[in-house]
């Protein structure tokens, strides 16, 4: 019995147009449209839903403004989905029907399960050549003009207390911690085998409930300086990167989102098993970011924002004074 990880998320958004170009640009397929929803599917048919803050039947807000109001979760079978609604039976919001079961997790979020629908599939993802392995043999690395994102592959919230939460999703549906700021934050992973983190929850000084950021799976490092150069280029708003997570070893590339928060970019993160031993760490800017780009690249010179676009046909090409 496992979780296989997210489904589908729901965003409860102010500006819809705005909302839904945004995600059109992120390389999500747009599948269905009413006046007050819009659905997107990534390459293996994970739902990314907005709809209008004011839609009848959306779960309540954890946050003012637009912001995420429910992440579904896949599971493998019907057997899993009813051993998990026995578990959360008498917890508040607790819902069944309609192939879905549910719950309010201690933050206040709707959180739902269901029969996975998401899809197997393989796609080419660029290889690294290192000193020990080589990979790609008489081919070039891959050079993306857009992305395409795989699925959802995690969410960030701030929550009000991350023990409580932590303990939610461990005993409740089986989650594991891979690491965490003690008192202050938890990376978990929605099975013993996996990636680094499906889930992580983070509590602030001075705590609140709110979203933190989306993240979308990408083949490749490639895809995630292609896709965010292209999304530059749309006119979209770097918040940080491309860099490089020192907990998780993925890359990054995060941006502002008009649905609510950031949304991520991001490729390479640690897979680990049972026999990972969760490490602790202080928050700080050199755990957040190995090394980062501030302001981001701009799509079209391909250099830093706000830095001279380089002349001539190559770097050595230098105006005679």
Request: glycine share 10%; aromatic share 12%.
């Amino acid at each position: 019995m496992s979780v296989l990880g997210i489904d589908e998320i729901t965003y409860g958004v102010e500006d819809l147009a705005t909302s839904a170009r945004f995600f059109a640009d992120w390389g999500l397929k747009e599948v269905a449209a009413s006046h007050d929803e819009v659905v997107f599917e990534s390459l293996n048919g994970c739902r990314v839903i907005l709809a209008h803050l004011d839609k009848p039947g959306l779960p309540p807000a954890i946050e003012a403004g637009s912001t995420l109001r429910e992440v579904v979760w896949g599971v493998e079978s019907e057997a899993d989905l009813k051993r998990y609604a026995e578990r959360i039976a008498r917890d508040p919001g607790f819902i069944e029907g309609e192939g879905r079961i549910g719950c309010l997790d201690p933050n206040g979020l709707a959180v739902r399960f269901q029969v996975t629908r998401k899809r197997d599939i393989q796609v080419p993802c660029g290889q690294s050549n290192t000193w020990q392995f080589k990979g790609r043999i008489n081919q070039a690395s891959p050079i993306y003009e857009r992305a395409q994102p795989i699925e959802v592959g995690h969410v960030v919230f701030f929550v009000k207390d991350v023990n409580a939460c932590e303990r939610f999703y461990s005993e409740r549906f089986g989650f594991v911690c891979s690491d965490r700021y003690p008192d202050r934050g938890a990376f978990m992973r929605c099975a013993e085998e996996g990636g680094h983190h499906d889930l992580f929850m983070l509590q602030l000084p001075q705590p609140r409930a709110g979203l933190n950021h989306v993240a979308f799976t990408v083949r490749d490092i490639h895809e995630v300086f292609g896709g965010g150069m292209h999304i530059s280029r749309c006119g979209w708003d770097t918040e940080i990167g491309p860099g490089r997570h020192p907990v998780s070893s993925a890359y990054f590339w995060y941006f502002r989102n008009p649905a609510g928060a950031l949304v991520e970019y991001y490729a390479d993160e640690d897979q680990l098993t049972g026999e990972w031993q969760a490490r602790t760490f202080e928050p700080g800017p050199t755990v957040f970011a190995e090394w980062a780009i501030a302001g981001g690249l701009d799509g079209n010179t391909r250099r830093q924002k706000n830095v001279e676009a380089p002349q001539g046909k190559f770097l050595t090409d230098k105006p005679k004074g």
